[in-house]
């Protein structure tokens, strides 16, 4: 079975977020940028389905600029066989990337889809369900656990107050939860091969795939600055402070 | 009895001198003041005095000459060598800066800042960083240590290698001298050969010699992309054979190089039992490295590249690069992990050697070897800041050892690396000081002239010995 996993490159969850002076976007000049955590854990799933024997092959796509293709490499490094890489300089929205997926899947034919349940810059949280609609495949989201057995794939979902498992018939799309695998660590051998590994570069055109944006980002702001705290010398002044400070007791 | 009734007396005196909220009188609230970082040690003092501002300072300075009392300046505690413990509770007060943690300016033209002596070093490197601005200093304590404290023992970290001790992020500095007087050194100059560079005095000196309440400091641009790997590795001298080649195949731009043996995974875990394990633990070596860059070099290019052609050579043999920050603070946590989890392991010995980094190697190949023939039943381990010829050379007691087993186990260890330790002409202390801790080895290794130059220069600036006294060379009543 084929497993496709779709990666996107954004900024590194660790990174202060700076928003730029006009306030048109977040800055992104010179910020490390890192593979979306939830896409790593979609690359950890396949490769360990490739490792049980359940997976023959995963190949790891994303659509978005050049420098992502190191994004790419990384997922190659991780265990991924070769990577699909559509190149764009547009900000891609979830329907454009859905659409610009469909058309991949449409051509590789994979027994699964692993996508992240969402991207960390503007959690979405829809390509993945926006993907099943287009290509009509059952899907499973929020996976905290996959299992093929029979010819069935068995979502498990983390959901208010339980969790539900789900049989699907494959193919079939799965995006996930925090909960799914802990991602392994790049290893050295594997990076050294992962140079050598096939990466091919399609552009939205030849896909027939329109990305361009039908959105617009009017203003980013970023959260208002908490307040440093303070260490009140006694009770008598606590109560003072919420009294007529805070006001919010009386 | 009577004492007691002198140290309430002098404690009353100290708050009719400088107020109540500047004096902390209650015992019970010196606890934290009072003892060392491991919780090994705990000892008293008369008081503590917490400062405002550098007046205030100024002040209790003299308020402790009126009443003939002495000043064991403190920063964030995490000192560890016991140089801000004091020794002698009827006598000493604790002089805390932690109160005085006023940024005063910061010139990013200057790449330049003036921040007072108990700012956080940790607080201090993130509000730098906001500004695209770098502190270098990093070490473990960081959360909790304070500048003041770091310029008093010249602190090291594992940015040494690139950016230098404390000593070299220093521009200036403002202290409050025994007398009560301030000395205003806070110059930002890079260039400034007006006569002799008081500064270096008070840097390392412990609290013997000021009180340090600013310092001016040192700049660097904030590192753009940093990439953290940890390698496998045969021994430690193909370690030091990979630091050599690191610098030159990376234009110098490595930041931190660390060593550490495979117990280091278990000693970590003890600490923090979730902790991930990256790589194989059979190694017989570790190397933690971490290359940084900024504008058009490619830091990850280059770590990859190095370790590419490492490999080829067996200088490396197996090895994870972090791909996300989150990962990179998972490799440290090994790192760090590893001085809990022996603190776990109850009272062992701690040293922090130095060596030529050319012969680093050859001198833990040795000593390690005299230590599993002579204490085979103790766990002796060497890590730490390699790229600097700086190792920890830690011997564990066995998990049973009664305190006094403990006690003449690490004395014999001691004696045994400080020996080894003299033929390969190394310091007995690279990074942490002398404190009260190693006062005798310090005694037993100066020589006479350099003896007399440290009492003169003590008896010039602190005549009435009255800033730590105890600490570094033994106490003189000189009055
Ligand atoms: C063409 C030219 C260019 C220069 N460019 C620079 C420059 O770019 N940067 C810069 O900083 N300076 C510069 N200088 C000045 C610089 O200070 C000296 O050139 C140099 O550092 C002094 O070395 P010297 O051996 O000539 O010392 P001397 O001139 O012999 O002595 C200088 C001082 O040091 C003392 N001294 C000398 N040797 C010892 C010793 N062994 N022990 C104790 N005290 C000693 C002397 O008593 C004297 O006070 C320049 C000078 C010239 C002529
Ligand atoms: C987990 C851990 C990791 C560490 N790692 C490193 C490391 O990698 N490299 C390294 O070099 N050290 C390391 N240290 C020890 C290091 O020396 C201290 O962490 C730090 O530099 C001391 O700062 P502090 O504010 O805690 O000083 P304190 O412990 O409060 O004081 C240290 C000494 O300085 C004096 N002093 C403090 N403040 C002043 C002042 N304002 N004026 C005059 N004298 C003053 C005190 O009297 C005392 O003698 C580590 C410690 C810990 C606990």
Known sequence: ???????????????????????????????????????????????????????????????????AQEQLRTALALGADRAIHVETDLRVESLGAARALAKIVEEQQPGLVILGKQAIDTDNNQTGQMLAALTGLPQGTFASEVAVEDGRLRVT???????????????????????LNEPRYAKLPDIMKAKKKPLEVRTPADLGVELASRIKLLKVEPPAERQAGIKVGSVDELIDKLKNEAKVIS | ???????????????????????????????????????????????????????????????????????????????????????????????????????????????????????????????????GLFFPLTLGAQGSCRIG??????????????????????????????????????????????????????????????????????????????????????????AIALYRHARRACCDLVSAFEFMPPSAFTLAREAQPDLPLPIAIDYPAYVLI?????????????????????????????GVIATSQAQARQLWAIRE?????????????????SVPLSRLAAFVAEIGA?????????????????????????????????LAERHTLIEQAKKMINFRLDHYHGSFSAEHGIGRLKRDEFEHWISPVHRRL???????????YRLNPGCQLPPITAR
């Open chain 1, 1 to 67: 079975m084929k497993v496709l996993v779709a990666i996107k490159r954004v900024i590194d969850y660790n990174v202060k977020i700076r928003v730029k002076s006009d306030h048109s976007d977040v800055d992104l000049t010179n910020v490390k940028m890192a593979m979306n955590p939830f896409c790593e854990i979609a690359v950890e799933e396949a490769v360990r389905l490739k490792e049980k024997g359940v997976a023959t092959e995963v190949v790891v796509v994303t659509i978005g600029p050049k420098a």
């Open chain 1, 157 to 179: 979902r983390e959901i208010d107050g339980g969790l539900e498992t789900l049989e699907l018939t494959l193919p079939a799309i799965v995006t996930t939860d925090l909960r």
């Open chain 2, 1 to 131: 009895m009577e004492a007691e009734a002198l140290v309430t007396s002098l404690r009353n005196q100290l708050v009719d001198l400088l107020g109540q909220d500047t004096v902390v009188t209650e015992p019970h609230d010196h606890e934290p003041y009072c003892r060392d970082w491991h919780g090994d040690m705990t000892s008293a003092a008369v008081a503590v005095l917490r400062p405002r501002d550098t007046g205030e300072v100024a002040a209790a300075v003299r308020a402790c000459r009126t009443l003939d009392l002495d000043i064991v300046a403190q920063g964030g505690n995490t000192g560890l060598v016991l140089g801000a413990l004091p020794d002698r509770p009827e006598r000493q007060v604790v002089l805390s800066l932690e109160r005085m943690r006023h940024i005063r300016s910061i010139d990013e033209a200057d790449f330049s800042a003036i921040v007072e002596a108990g700012c956080v070093l940790e607080e201090l490197k993130l509000g730098l960083e906001e500004r």
């Open chain 2, 149 to 238: 404290g770091n310029v008093s023992t010249n602190a090291g970290g594992v940015n040494v290698l690139r950016y230098g001790m404390t000593r070299e992020l220093v521009l200036g500095l403002e202290v409050v001298l025994a007398d009560g007087s301030v000395w205003d050194g806070l110059s930002t100059l890079r260039k400034d050969n007006r006569g002799i560079d008081l500064k270096q005095l008070f840097i390392g000196a412990e609290g013997t010699l000021g009180i340090i309440t600013a310092v001016a400091i040192k700049l660097s641009p904030l590192p753009e992309r940093i990439e953290t790997a940890l390698l496998g590795v045969g021994d430690l001298h193909t």
């Open chain 2, 370 to 402: 005299e230590l599993d023939d002579a204490l085979p039943q103790c766990l002796a381990v060497a890590y730490g800041h390699v790229g600097d010829g700086n190792v920890h050379l830690n011997v564990l007691p066995p998990a049973g050892a009664t």
């Open chain 2, 290 to 318: 971490e290359i940084s860059s900024s504008g058009l070099i490619d830091a990850k290019q280059l770590m990859e590249g190095l370790l590419e052609q490492a490999m080829e050579e067996s200088l490396v043999l197996d």
């Open chain 2, 337 to 353: 992990g590893m001085n809990e989890g022996q603190a776990l392991r109850g009272p062992h010995l701690r040293t922090d050697v």
């Open chain 2, 454 to 464: 440290l009492e003169a220069l003590k008896r010039a600036i602190d005549p009435e």
